[in-house]
């Protein structure tokens, strides 16, 4: 089973950029779908980004297309968020999921998750 550990947040401005690490142990990123989601208080967990199993595929939710970007490296066995031109409504905890494929991720079909991480808490102040 893969193992992930998330890292990065931090409060920044809004306009400001963070680049999210998700760190996996235990099986190679480049053979997993693998996607962000985010949650903030009082609302339901929501995807954000996924990359399908061999870069052949993104998915970006409508909220940040053309301001976040989802990337791979296979050789550090972790995935990245770049997250430029944040907005305070960004604010939420972040956390990285692992699936055999991006329509699981997408659905959020969490029964069918391989993991989840623990989260890493981003905050953008207006």
């Known amino acids: 089973q893969v193992q992930l550990v998330e890292s990065g947040g931090g409060l920044v401005q809004a306009g400001g950029s963070l680049r999210l690490s998700c760190a996996a142990s235990?099986?190679?990123?480049?053979?997993?779908?693998m996607g962000w989601f985010r949650q903030a208080p009082g609302k339901e967990r929501e995807i954000v980004a996924a990359?399908?199993?061999?870069?052949?595929?993104?998915w970006y939710a409508a909220f940040v297309k053309g301001r976040f970007t989802i990337s791979r490296d296979n050789a550090a066995n972790t995935v990245y968020l770049q997250m430029n031109s944040l907005k305070p409504e960004d604010t939420a905890v972040y956390y990285c999921?692992?699936?055999?494929?991006?329509?699981?991720?997408?659905?959020?079909?969490?029964?069918?998750?391989?993991?989840w991480g623990q989260g890493t808490q981003v905050t953008v102040s207006s």
């Open positions: 999921g692992a699936a055999s494929s991006m329509e699981t991720l997408i659905k959020i079909d969490t029964s069918k998750f391989d993991s």
């Open positions: 235990g099986r190679t990123v480049s053979s997993t779908a």
């Open positions: 990359i399908s199993r061999h870069d052949g595929e993104w």
